[in-house]
C-alpha cells in the first residue's frame, strides 16, 4: 500500500481536473490514477469525487480531505529537502513567464544557475496570458502588475517602465508626436493583453489610442515596431539595446510613464519549495543587473491587476 501515492493523485486530480493530466505528470497511466484514488476512498471510507463522462466534481468530504492532504504533502516535500540539506535544492522546477522575459531575459541566465544547481531539472512555460498555477503545478510564475488574487503570494523584484518607441523609418516618414493627444493621429501597435489595452498609461494622465494592429504577444509588439508599422508600448528592458542601437527611437520620452511592478509569484497555500526559493533570488539578482528594471524593496502586491510584461 502507497497511500502517499494515492494522495498525491488525489491532490493533483483536483488541482488539474483531469486524470490524463496527473498520469502524465506522474508517468504511471490513467488507469493506475484511478485505481489509486479508488483505493484511497475505499481506505477512508468515503467517496471523494463524483466521476462521469463529462466532468469531475469534488464531493464536501473530498474538499476537507484536500484541504489538509495538500499542506501535508508540502510538509512531507520540505522534510524530505531539509533532509538532503538546505545547499541541495532539486527536483523539477516549473516556471511560469512572457514569452519576451523569458528568451529575452531568463533563458540566458539558466546555464549558470544549471551548473549551480544540478540537481534541479526546469520547465519554462512561456505564455503571455496567466496560467493558474495551481491547476498547471506551476512553482513560481513571473508577472508585472499588481496582483488581485488573494490565493498568490508575491516577492516584488523590481519594477518596469514603459516606452513608446518607433522605428527611425516610421518616424522618417510620419513624424513624432509632439504631445501625448498626437497619438490618436498615429498607427498605434496594441497589445490586447495589456489591461485596458486601448488606453496607454503617463504620469500626467492616459491616451486612448488605436491602429490597424493589434497583437496578443509583446514580443510579436516589438517586431512590428522595428518593421515601421507603427508605436509600440513596450517595457524599458525590451527595448533598451534597440534605443542603443537606432532600430528603435523613443517618442514623448519628455512624459514619464506608469512603472509596473514586476513580481515572482506562487501559491499561498503550499509551501515554498527550495528550488524554486533559490530560482526567485537568481532572478532577483538578474533583474537587479538588466537596465531598464528599476530594483525595487520586497513588498507584498495589491489588489488591482495593472500591466503585463
Not at 483531469?18 to 471510507?45: C, K, M, T, W, Y
Not at 516589438?222 to 517595457?235: S, V
Amino acid at each position: 500500500m502507497n497511500k502517499l501515492l494515492w494522495m498525491r493523485c488525489f491532490v493533483r486530480v483536483v488541482e488539474t481536473g483531469s486524470f490524463s493530466a496527473v498520469a502524465r505528470e506522474l508517468d504511471i497511466g490513467q488507469p493506475n490514477v484511478s485505481r489509486h484514488i479508488a483505493a484511497l476512498e475505499a481506505d477512508l471510507g468515503a467517496l471523494l469525487l463524483h466521476r462521469s463522462t463529462r466532468q469531475l466534481v469534488v464531493t464536501p468530504e473530498g474538499q476537507r480531505y484536500y484541504a489538509q492532504a495538500r499542506p501535508a504533502l508540502d510538509l512531507i516535500a520540505q522534510a524530505e529537502a531539509d533532509v538532503l540539506g538546505q545547499h541541495n535544492p532539486r527536483g523539477l522546477l516549473r516556471v511560469s513567464c512572457s514569452p519576451a522575459l523569458g528568451t529575452e531575459i531568463i533563458t540566458p541566465t539558466l546555464p549558470a544557475f544549471l551548473e549551480r544547481y544540478p540537481e534541479i531539472e526546469i520547465e519554462l512555460r512561456l505564455d503571455d496570458a496567466y496560467l493558474d498555477l495551481v491547476a498547471e503545478g506551476i512553482d513560481v510564475a513571473i508577472r508585472g502588475g499588481e496582483l488581485k488574487d488573494s490565493a498568490l503570494r508575491a516577492r516584488r523584484l523590481g519594477n518596469s517602465e514603459r516606452l513608446c518607441v518607433a522605428s527611425a523609418g516610421y518616424v522618417a516618414r510620419h513624424g513624432a508626436p509632439a504631445a501625448m493627444a498626437d497619438l490618436a493621429r498615429h498607427q498605434c501597435i496594441v497589445y490586447t493583453l495589456l489591461a485596458g489595452s486601448g488606453a496607454w498609461q503617463f504620469g500626467d494622465g492616459e491616451v486612448h489610442v488605436r491602429g490597424r494592429l493589434r497583437v496578443n504577444n509583446l514580443e510579436g509588439v516589438l517586431r512590428a515596431a522595428l518593421n515601421g508599422l507603427g508605436i509600440g508600448y513596450l517595457p524599458r528592458w525590451m527595448v533598451a539595446g534597440h534605443l542603443r542601437s537606432g532600430a528603435l527611437v523613443a517618442v514623448l520620452a519628455e512624459h514619464a510613464t506608469i512603472c509596473s511592478p514586476v513580481n515572482a509569484v506562487y501559491a499561498a497555500a503550499r509551501l515554498l519549495p527550495l528550488r524554486a526559493s533559490v530560482f526567485i533570488d537568481h532572478i532577483a539578482d538578474v533583474f537587479a543587473a538588466t537596465p531598464g528594471f528599476v530594483v525595487a524593496d520586497v513588498g507584498a502586491a495589491g489588489d488591482r491587476a495593472v500591466m503585463r510584461l
